[in-house]
């Protein structure tokens, strides 16, 4: 990890470069770093007690279970018989127009005119809504507004009163902490500058905006805090290690049998212990040397935090200007919506309204909040590395950003694997359709992109030769395939979850092998795995091997 500071950030403080240049003074000389200083809102683990919504916990190992799938009692939102003015209300002539083909395309009966309303209804719906949602995003939006942002429920008389009660029990307030989110959530929050807008091809917010110029410098300070942290954290355990081996080594040196002939006197050192009292001169030495590094580890950490504090403090001072935020939301928006076309595809259903002729699907098989965490629960349970990322031989569990739009697409999609100024510890962000065939299989085919995009971009240049992505292209050209291989990858990362998981062999051996490698079961599932195939169980056993050969 550089030293160095940034910059940008470092102007902002008002302060110079130097002053965060590496440190030259001895820690003892500086009284060492305080503990409670610098751990005394945190665990004895080091692992922060409380984290923000938006923040990054290093220290969780597993979602959250969900505790309730339904609303309890349900919601009473599409009862009112105004829903549908309501929704409407306000937006001038995009809602007109948007209501006079909806009121066309539903009353249609020949097979073209009906294909022909159906296109400009989609047309039409979407510029309304461009233009309802910065009130959708306000403190106190009107709830059919939000609804139908969240939903694409305009008119609920186009779905069955069944349906109808269906999407009254889905869970409407967000009660788990899990950075899943409606797409109105989503914008709001984007809007209120507490997530950075998403990365496009197109030219950066102006500099005079300055909340977004403020927050990339957030996620630049938070992104060194989070990294020094990852490093405190591996270097204490690094530490912590070689003091069990020099215990270990201790307690084997002071083992004596007794001396025979000899009474209550101990036996001489025997070869292995002498040979193990050689070695604990190169373990103190290492201990030394961890030692040291953890103290420079703590120096980097405590300027890092106190860096992001005073940034958060700058932010806080802009207050709650909407205005400023304008740009970043319309931004967003048309972002969502390019995220949207790509889960349903170019042949696709891209019709945005929910109606009886589309909606086929029970509570549990919609991509609600719960039922989506649900599913991400259930890929780690079988990639227990989905949402981990290396960082100096340590891997970051890091849970992705999660938007849920209202679309018939089959796909989830991956938009960034990463912020673009905090590579190590920042969130990547999917998209997942709320009304897929398949939940599971929407899920997937978004880890998997998340995965190979990952993957690429940390082998930059290299990405067809070195790590994931490198062995599978070699492996996709020896093959002679055609095709994007990336589409290839996500076909077989499915196949990975769903068939190879339980033992049934469908993918190519050396794709099982580079898979079982840089993308390995969780350890549950290969203890099952071990005793239902040879080709599994020679796979296990080479992890074996390679365990063992680790400590020499």
Not at 177 to 201: C, F, H, R
Not at 272 to 293: C, G, N, V, Y
Request: charged content about 30%; some cysteine.
């Amino acid at each position: 990890m550089s030293d160095e500071f940034d910059p940008e950030i470092a102007a902002l403080l008002g302060v110079g470069i130097e002053e965060y240049s590496p440190k030259t003074t001895p820690a003892k000389d500086r009284g060492g770093p305080s503990f409670e200083a610098l751990f005394g809102g945190m665990s004895a683990s080091g692992d922060l007690e409380a984290k923000g919504e938006f923040d990054v916990d290093l220290s969780k190992k597993s979602y959250t279970p969900v505790a309730s799938f339904e609303s309890e009692p349900p919601s009473t939102f599409f009862d009112d018989p105004q829903y549908y003015q309501k929704a409407l209300a306000g937006e001038g002539e995009s809602s007109q127009r948007f209501h006079e083909l909806l009121k066309k395309y539903l009353q249609a009966t020949d097979p073209k005119d009906r294909g022909m309303y159906r296109q400009q209804v989609i047309t039409a719906y979407w510029n309304m809504v461009a233009h309802m949602v910065p009130r959708v995003v306000s403190n106190n939006p009107m709830m059919p507004k939000q609804l139908m942002v969240r939903f694409g429920l305009s008119l609920p008389t186009m779905l069955t009163a069944e349906q109808r009660s269906l999407f009254a029990r889905v869970i409407y307030k967000k009660v788990n902490p899990e950075p899943v989110y409606y797409l109105d959530e989503w914008l709001k929050a984007v809007a209120m500058g507490q997530i950075n807008p998403s990365s496009t091809d197109e030219v950066n917010a102006a500099r005079s905006d300055e909340r977004t110029r403020i927050n990339t410098l957030l996620q630049k300070a938070m992104g060194k805090r989070d990294t020094a942290e990852a490093l405190l954290k591996a270097k204490s355990e690094e530490r912590k290690n070689l003091e069990g081996m020099l215990r270990d080594r201790i307690d084997l040196i002071c083992e004596h049998g007794g001396l025979p002939g000899f009474y209550q006197i101990p036996a001489p050192y025997i070869e292995s212990q002498k040979k193990t009292i050689a070695e604990l001169s190169e373990i103190l030495r290492r201990l030394l040397a961890a030692d040291k590094e953890l103290v420079s580890s703590v120096e980097s950490f405590e300027d890092a935090t106190k860096d992001v504090q005073t940034v958060k403090e700058k932010v806080g001072s802009l207050g709650e200007d909407s205005k400023a935020n304008l740009q970043a939301l319309n931004q967003e928006f048309e972002t969502a919506r390019q995220m949207l076309k790509m889960c349903t595809g170019r042949q696709g259903n891209h019709f945005p309204l929910l109606t009886k002729e589309y909606f086929h699907l029970n509570l549990r098989e919609m991509g609600t909040r719960e039922n989506v965490i649900d599913a991400l629960t259930w890929l780690e349970s079988i990639d227990s590395q989905a949402y981990c990322r290396p960082y100096k031989s340590t891997l970051n569990r890091i849970e992705p950003f999660v938007i849920l739009l209202p679309s018939y697409g089959d796909m989830g999609v991956c938009w960034e694997p990463f912020d673009r100024y905090n590579r190590h510890t920042s969130r990547s962000r999917i998209a997942i359709p709320m009304y897929p065939k398949n939940l599971k299989t929407a899920v997937a085919t978004a880890v998997a992109d998340m995965r190979w995009q990952a993957a690429k971009e940390k082998a930059s240049y290299y990405w067809m030769e070195e790590g994931l992505t490198g062995q599978y292209y070699q492996w996709f050209v020896k093959q002679k395939l055609k095709g994007d291989v990336k589409e290839f990858f996500i076909q077989d990362y499915i196949t990975w979850l769903t068939k190879e998981s339980d033992g049934i062999q469908k993918l190519d051996k050396e794709i099982r092998g580079i898979f079982w490698r840089l993308m390995p079961f969780a350890q549950s599932v290969k203890d099952r795995l071990r005793d239902r195939s040879f080709v599994y169980q020679e796979l296990y056993q080479r992890d074996v091997n390679k365990s063992l050969s680790d400590g020499y």
